[in-house]
C-alpha cells in the first residue's frame, strides 16, 4: 500500500529556515519522480519542486529557485525539501506527491507559516 506521510512545518519568521520530510511506504523513492506541492490559502495547488528518478535532473518552480533544495535519502526512502530564506508568500500547505502505476499519490499535507 502506498503511503506518503509530510512533516517537518511550522511557524518561521521571514529569512528563516525549514526542512521539510516526506516518508514513502509501499514503493521505492528512487524508483519515481517524486514531487513537491504547495497550496496558499485562496490558491490553486502549484508544484514547487521535482526529483526524477536516479540520474535525472531536479527541477523548482522560479520563486522558490536558488532558496529551496529538494533532495533523497534512499536508505530511509524519503524525500525532503530544504527552504531557506523563507518569505511571508512561502505560506501554504506543503504536499508531497508520487506517481506510482499511473496513480497519483498524495500526503496530508504539512503547514507552513512565515510571518513575524
Known amino acids: 500500500q502506498v503511503q506518503l506521510v509530510e512533516s517537518g512545518g511550522g511557524l518561521v519568521q521571514p529569512g528563516g529556515s525549514l526542512r521539510l520530510s516526506c516518508a514513502a511506504s509501499?514503493?521505492?523513492?528512487?524508483?519515481?519522480?517524486m514531487n513537491w506541492y504547495r497550496q496558499a490559502p485562496g490558491k490553486e495547488r502549484v508544484l514547487v519542486a521535482t526529483?526524477?528518478?536516479?540520474?535525472?535532473?531536479?527541477t523548482y518552480a522560479e520563486s522558490v529557485k536558488g532558496r529551496f533544495t529538494i533532495s533523497r535519502d534512499n536508505a530511509k526512502n524519503t524525500v525532503a525539501l530544504q527552504m531557506n530564506s523563507l518569505k511571508p508568500e512561502d505560506t501554504a500547505v506543503y504536499y508531497c506527491k508520487a506517481v506510482v502505476g499511473l496513480v497519483a499519490y498524495w500526503g496530508q499535507g504539512t503547514q507552513v507559516t512565515v510571518s513575524s
Open positions: 526529483m526524477p528518478s536516479a540520474g535525472g535532473t531536479t
Open positions: 509501499g514503493f521505492t523513492v528512487s524508483h519515481y519522480f
